[in-house]
Nanobody, 126 residues
Framework: VQLQASGGGLVQAGGSLRLSCAAS????????MGWFRQAPGKEREFVAA????????YYADSVKGRFTISRDNAKNTVYLQMNSLKPEDTAVYYC????????????????????WGQGTQVTVSS
């Protein structure tokens, strides 16, 4: 699985952005997907995940109620809608696909994923 993230940019606090992650291959619909972020000098952290069926979503407490993850299997794409952005949301955002097909195990941790995109920068100004 190859992943390509896009949609990052510079936005003022309180604004919105939608990140996209396009996946290659015909097996996208069988992979759980996630978003992580890494700020300068910090470890990569979990942001959101969606199960392979699309029936379940998971969020970090810091983004719950502001961010929404979704997927469009027809387009092989997963999205992260980010609203009410804060300066502390500034980071490089990475999309990832689960380590195995038809598995929702460990989606809130780095080890749950076996495929990573290249990252897209999100900068929120105050």
């Amino acid at each position: 699985v190859q992943l390509q993230a896009s949609g990052g940019g510079l936005v003022q606090a309180g604004g919105s952005l939608r990140l996209s992650c396009a996946a290659s291959g015909r097996t996208f619909s069988s992979y759980a997907m996630g978003w992580f972020r890494q700020a300068p000098g910090k470890e990569r952290e979990f942001v959101a995940a969606i199960s392979w069926s699309g029936g379940s979503t998971y969020y970090a407490d810091s983004v719950k109620g502001r961010f929404t993850i979704s997927r469009d299997n027809a387009k092989n794409t997963v999205y992260l809608q980010m609203n009410s952005l804060k300066p502390e949301d500034t980071a490089v955002y990475y999309c990832a696909a689960a380590r195995s097909r038809f598995s929702d195990y460990g989606l809130n941790g780095l080890n749950g994923y076996g495929y990573w995109g290249q990252g897209t920068q999100v900068t929120v100004s105050s």
